[in-house]
Structures are given as C-alpha cells and as structure tokens.
C-alpha cells in the first residue's frame, strides 16, 4: 500500500506562480513512477506530468515549458513548479503513484487561477 498526499494547492492570478508537493509513504521503496493529473470540472481527468524512478519526464502539450516535474533524492516526494498559470490551469490536481503495476490516488488539490 502506497499512501500519498499532497499540498501546495490555492488561489493564484494569470501569470503567477504555484509549487505542488506530493509525498509518499507505505511501501513508497516499491514505487516505479508517480505524477500529476488534473480534472476540471464537467472534464475527465488529465494527465499534466510524470516522471520514472530513472528520471525520465513526460509533459502534456498545454503545460511544456510552463510546468516541470522533479522528485527528491528518497524518490518519495515529487514536486510540481507551475509556471506562468493561465486560468485555463484552475482544476483539482491528483497526485499518482504506480507501485508492483497498481496505481495509487491522493485526495487532490484545488487549483484556481483567477484574478
């Protein structure tokens, strides 16, 4: 069992700035990669970015050169820095690990771009 959690979530204007953190616990030794999704509201759930245990990235398209992906050195804690936020951006943020080919949820974080 993997559990994560993730914070960094909040209210942000066009153009700003926001870092989402995501931490793993449990059998976290065992994770092979983890990532972001975002699902907006009335929309199905997205993937933003993912990264392996080897380091190797994945983005997509609305979000490459805005938004990068990167994990501590543990690999337990994966990090989201989102740049130049556009309102388009505002859904919840899922944080997802894959463990022994299982795939596990964090609760969300809400993201709002908005002036």
């Known amino acids: 069992q993997v559990q994560l959690v993730e914070s960094g979530g909040g209210l942000v204007q066009p153009g700003g700035s926001l870092r989402l953190s995501c931490a793993a616990s449990g059998s976290s030794s065992s994770i092979y990669a983890m990532g972001w999704y975002r699902q907006a509201p009335g929309k199905q759930r997205d993937l933003v970015a993912a990264?392996?245990?080897?380091?190797?990235?994945n983005y997509a398209d609305s979000v490459k050169g805005r938004f990068t992906i990167s994990r501590d050195n543990a690999k337990t804690t994966v990090y989201l820095q989102m740049n130049s936020l556009k309102p388009e951006d505002t859904a919840v943020y899922y944080c997802?690990?894959?463990?022994?080919?299982?795939?596990?949820w964090g609760q969300g974080t809400q993201v709002t771009v908005s002036s």
């Open positions: 997802t690990a894959n463990s022994r080919n299982t795939p596990y």
């Open positions: 990264i392996t245990s080897g380091g190797s990235t």
